[in-house]
């Protein structure tokens, strides 16, 4: 991606560097252990082992590597420090091209098991009879390997044409792309299969997810078992709701992201205008870290199953989360109770 900026003539405050530095910090530390924590507690509980939870663990895995190499990507660059990159030589060349590419790969990655998430949901609940058939232990792998395989094909470019490149005093990490037709489509291109379309396929997706739930509660259940097929729909609207809050967050991020991209290629003078990088810094660093920070924070938010199974495996099983106070004691019992029940029948 390209990440050049504007020479300011005069230096800015340290302050700058110090606030990017340290929202950075928080937030790969957050998505950094957060992502280990969501990959051991499905690994170490087997009511966790569902083809939904594969799927947030694959988003997990590749926000996990983005937390990690977003830090030779920022060192490199010149907006940490007015006196220069504090990664010189090759190593600034390894940085900048790792950086970039596990970055977006890592973005792709999560954006399609997002759609993955949503296709299994989508035949679990709209054709319960035939998913065993059509999600097959061999199609979910594939899938998920699929996932990795597109994306790391598309980004290859990232690495061919990544550099750092010395304007005046300061470095800068480019993706030096200088065919500028070819770049357009590349971008282009890209934005639209990794993120309109997905973003399409996952709306279409829900809404009949949705409607189908909301068909089977107001039909009611042609068997007599009455409650139990109540509380299965209940608890489907629920874990729909965690997929949709994930969705949201996702989305809201990398539209900025997107529309920071689209700045960049058509309105470059703004960034010209901002000589202490902080549209910069919070469109190119601080929103796409903070996407895989909010994958785990979601998911031991609102999944009492989840929290359940970190208090389990937590030094001191009785520390409490604070998001457990959205709902009373009895009402996490039941949702606990509903999930088991969805979990053992997928």
């Given at each position: 991606?390209?990440?050049?900026?504007h020479i300011?003539?005069e230096?800015c405050?340290q302050v700058?560097?110090?606030?990017?530095t340290?929202?950075?910090a928080?937030?790969?530390l957050a998505?950094?252990?957060?992502?280990?924590?969501v990959m051991t507690v499905?690994y170490?509980t087997p009511s966790l082992?569902?083809?939904?939870n594969?799927?947030y663990?694959n988003m997990?895995?590749s926000?996990?590597?983005?937390?990690?190499t977003?830090?030779?990507l920022?060192?490199t660059?010149e907006?940490?420090?007015q006196?220069?990159?504090?990664?010189?030589?090759?190593?600034?060349?390894?940085g900048?091209k790792?950086?970039v590419?596990?970055r977006?790969?890592?973005?792709s990655?999560?954006i399609l098991?997002?759609v993955?998430?949503a296709t299994?949901?989508?035949?679990a609940?709209v054709f319960?009879?035939?998913?065993?058939?059509?999600?097959s232990r061999?199609?979910?792998?594939?899938?998920?390997?699929a996932?990795?395989v597109?994306?790391m094909?598309?980004?290859f470019p990232m690495?061919y044409?990544s550099k750092?490149?010395d304007v005046g005093?300061e470095?800068?990490?480019?993706?030096?792309?200088?065919d500028?037709?070819?770049?357009?489509i590349?971008?282009?291109?890209g934005?639209?299969v990794?993120n309109v379309?997905?973003?399409?396929?996952?709306?279409?997706l829900?809404?009949r997810?949705?409607?189908a739930?909301?068909?089977?509660?107001?039909?009611g259940p042609l068997?007599?078992?009455?409650?139990?097929?109540g509380k299965r729909?209940?608890?489907?609207q629920h874990i729909?709701?965690?997929?949709?809050s994930?969705?949201?967050a996702?989305?809201?991020c990398?539209f900025?992201?997107?529309?920071y991209?689209?700045?960049?290629?058509?309105?470059p003078?703004i960034?010209i205008?901002?000589?202490?990088?902080?549209?910069?810094g919070?469109?190119?660093?601080?929103?796409?870290?903070?996407s895989?920070?909010m994958?785990?924070v979601?998911?031991f938010c609102?999944?009492?199953?989840?929290?359940?199974?970190?208090q389990?495996l937590w030094?001191?099983r009785?520390t409490?989360f604070?998001?457990?106070?959205f709902k009373?004691?009895k009402?996490?019992?039941?949702?606990?109770?509903n999930e088991?029940?969805?979990l053992?029948?997928?």
């Amino acid at each position: 991606m390209d990440n050049s900026s504007h020479i300011g003539n005069e230096p800015c405050s340290q302050v700058v560097s110090i606030v990017f530095t340290t929202v950075l910090a928080i937030i790969s530390l957050a998505a950094f252990i957060g992502n280990i924590l969501v990959m051991t507690v499905v690994y170490k509980t087997p009511s966790l082992r569902t083809r939904t939870n594969y799927y947030y663990v694959n988003m997990a895995v590749s926000d996990f590597l983005s937390s990690l190499t977003l830090w030779p990507l920022y060192l490199t660059d010149e907006i940490i420090t007015q006196r220069g990159s504090l990664i010189k030589g090759p190593m600034a060349t390894v940085g900048c091209k790792v950086g970039v590419y596990v970055r977006v790969v890592s973005t792709s990655v999560s954006i399609l098991s997002l759609v993955l998430i949503a296709t299994d949901r989508y035949f679990a609940i709209v054709f319960p009879l035939k998913t065993s058939i059509l999600l097959s232990r061999r199609v979910r792998i594939t899938a998920l390997v699929a996932t990795w395989v597109l994306s790391m094909g598309y980004c290859f470019p990232m690495i061919y044409f990544s550099k750092v490149e010395d304007v005046g005093k300061e470095r800068f990490c480019r993706f030096a792309w200088n065919d500028t037709g070819a770049l357009i489509i590349y971008y282009v291109s890209g934005i639209s299969v990794f993120n309109v379309a997905p973003l399409i396929a996952i709306l279409i997706l829900y809404s009949r997810i949705m409607q189908a739930l909301r068909k089977k509660i107001n039909s009611g259940p042609l068997s007599g078992n009455t409650n139990s097929e109540g509380k299965r729909c209940k608890q489907l609207q629920h874990i729909m709701k965690i997929f949709k809050s994930i969705v949201i967050a996702y989305s809201a991020c990398f539209f900025l992201f997107c529309v920071y991209l689209i700045l960049k290629m058509t309105f470059p003078e703004i960034f010209i205008k901002d000589k202490c990088k902080w549209i910069l810094g919070f469109s190119y660093f601080v929103l796409p870290l903070l996407s895989t920070a909010m994958n785990p924070v979601i998911l031991f938010c609102f999944s009492s199953n989840f929290r359940h199974a970190l208090q389990t495996l937590w030094p001191f099983r009785r520390t409490s989360f604070c998001c457990s106070c959205f709902k009373g004691r009895k009402a996490e019992d039941l949702i606990r109770q509903n999930e088991h029940v969805e979990l053992q029948s997928i």
